[in-house]
Nanobody, 123 residues
């Protein structure tokens, strides 16, 4: 079992940067694929970026390619989402999630979720 907690959200101007962190508690963190999702008001939760258990594979949603970078440090049980060139449309609650197996796009494929952290990008 894995318990995850996100941090690092906040208010930033368009064009700015933020780094989100997801700290996980659980002895088997390194065996889980991790995903960063986001949910804007009145929209469905969507996968922003995913990373395999060893960091060898990553996946990005088209609108964030070239701007966001997902990474993980298994020694620290932490996964990161570096966000640059932020846009107002990136405003959402960002969630960290874990699943056994490979990266998956669907929310239903993930077993463990954090409470989320708010990211607000002003124009």
């Amino acid at each position: 079992q894995v318990h995850v907690v996100e941090s690092g959200g906040g208010l930033v101007q368009a064009g700015g940067s933020l780094r989100l962190s997801c700290a996980a508690v659980g002895r088997t963190f390194s065996s889980y694929a991790m995903g960063w999702f986001r949910q804007a008001p009145e929209k469905e939760r969507e996968l922003v970026a995913g990373i395999s258990w060893n960091g060898g594979w990553t996946h990005y949603e088209d609108s964030v390619k070239g701007r966001f970078t997902i990474s993980r440090d298994n020694a620290k049980n932490t996964v990161y989402l570096q966000m640059t060139s932020l846009k107002p449309e990136d405003t959402a609650v960002y969630y960290c999630a874990a699943r056994r197996g490979g990266i998956a796009v669907l929310t239903t494929a993930y077993d463990y979720w954090g409470q989320g952290t708010q990211v607000t990008v002003s124009s």
